[in-house]
């Protein structure tokens, strides 16, 4: 049987269809569409599911869907999801209604930790924390390769950790989460709101590289929020490893002044947990979706 798994992220939404073997057999992407609305992502999500059923002839198959945010056990409904036209909503009743079958839906770091704890940096280390440095800033716990999502189905939500009540508004209601400091959207507002100019992550890096000598105390401010918010997740959990996934994750300063920041932080003589890039790439979060649609968020033992 095959394992389809769709990982929804705020600019695009990734598909892959994995035989028996876990091998890769089609893999496909197409745009969020968000600023369209709810309808538009769903219909996106089905043209997807659609592709990747014809990529594998119609052959059996289970699904499952990565998410920012989570299902409400309350109401059913999304919940926390920095897409915000999809909270409240029924998404997986709607898409279960559109795709016409039952699938698995999980936080989309939950995914992205369970591929990285099976497959991935953390393979088979006991306590694994995943992170998801993104559009948004999420976090996902695997204790023994197996998800731990809590009753509310918020566990590991670092990204909502306040470092600063007087801080920068977040959509979620509160100030100065962590995902305001350090996410890329978060990075990105910062920016702007600094030097009065737009200019995406990756030409902030690159100017950073370069020497532009502004952005020194900019990064610099970075790599202590990057500290203060990793170093309160390692004194509550204490994990044996924790994997760093996103865009963000690709600034390869996270790893040496980053991590210098986590340890000058961290409620101990010494930081033992090492802070890793991710094995998966961009396949991570795609992937876990296809594990947890066929084997569920407990990650039965992956055979044929």
């Given at each position: 049987m095959y394992r389809i798994g769709i990982d929804l992220g705020g600019t695009k939404i990734e598909g892959i269809a994995l035989d028996e073997a876990m091998e890769e057999v089609c893999r496909k992407r197409v745009p969020t569409k968000?600023?369209?609305?709810?309808?538009?992502?769903?219909?996106?999500?089905?043209?997807?599911?659609?592709?990747?059923?014809?990529?594998?002839?119609?052959?059996?198959?289970?699904?499952?869907?990565?998410?920012?945010?989570?299902?409400?056990?309350?109401?059913?409904?999304?919940?926390?999801?920095?897409?915000?036209?999809?909270?409240?909503?029924?998404?997986?009743?709607?898409?279960?209604?559109?795709?016409?079958?039952?699938?698995?839906?999980?936080?989309?770091?939950?995914?992205?930790?369970?591929?990285?704890?099976?497959?991935?940096?953390?393979?088979?280390?006991?306590?694994?924390?995943?992170?998801?440095?993104?559009?948004?800033?999420?976090?996902?716990?695997s204790v023994e390769g197996k998800i731990l999502s809590g009753p509310q189905r918020i566990a590991g939500e670092w990204g909502h950790m306040v470092l600063d009540p007087a801080g920068p508004e977040c959509y979620c209601g509160a100030r100065g989460c962590v995902e305001t400091y350090i996410s890329g959207g978060g990075l990105e507002r910062r920016y702007e709101e600094a030097f009065g100019a737009k200019k995406p992550l990756p030409e902030i890096l690159a100017a950073y590289r370069k020497g532009d000598k502004k952005l020194v105390p900019f990064m610099d401010e970075f790599y202590v929020r990057f500290g203060?918010?990793?170093?309160?997740?390692?004194?509550?959990?204490?994990?044996?490893?924790?994997?760093?996934?996103?865009?963000?994750?690709?600034?390869?300063?996270?790893?040496?002044?980053?991590?210098?920041?986590?340890?000058?932080?961290?409620?101990?003589?010494?930081?033992?947990?090492?802070?890793?890039?991710?094995?998966?790439?961009?396949?991570?979060?795609?992937?876990g979706a296809a594990l947890i649609g066929a084997f569920g968020v407990y990650g039965a033992t992956i055979t044929s």
């Open positions: 968000r600023e369209q609305g709810y309808e538009a992502i769903l219909q996106s999500i089905q043209k997807l599911y659609d592709e990747l059923v014809i990529g594998i002839h119609g052959e059996r198959h289970s699904l499952g869907i990565g998410t920012p945010g989570a299902i409400s056990h309350k109401t059913g409904l999304l919940k926390n999801s920095n897409t915000v036209c999809m909270n409240g909503k029924p998404v997986q009743k709607d898409l279960e209604k559109l795709i016409g079958m039952r699938f698995e839906m999980q936080n989309d770091a939950n995914c992205f930790t369970l591929a990285e704890a099976r497959l991935g940096a953390a393979e088979w280390k006991r306590v694994v924390f995943g992170v998801i440095m993104g559009t948004g800033c999420g976090g996902g716990i203060q918010a990793m170093a309160n997740l390692i004194n509550i959990l204490d994990p044996d490893i924790v994997v760093l996934g996103g865009g963000v994750s690709n600034c390869d300063e996270l790893y040496t002044k980053g991590v210098e920041e986590v340890r000058k932080r961290v409620f101990s003589d010494s930081l033992e947990t090492p802070i890793v890039r991710n094995k998966l790439g961009d396949s991570a979060g795609v992937i």
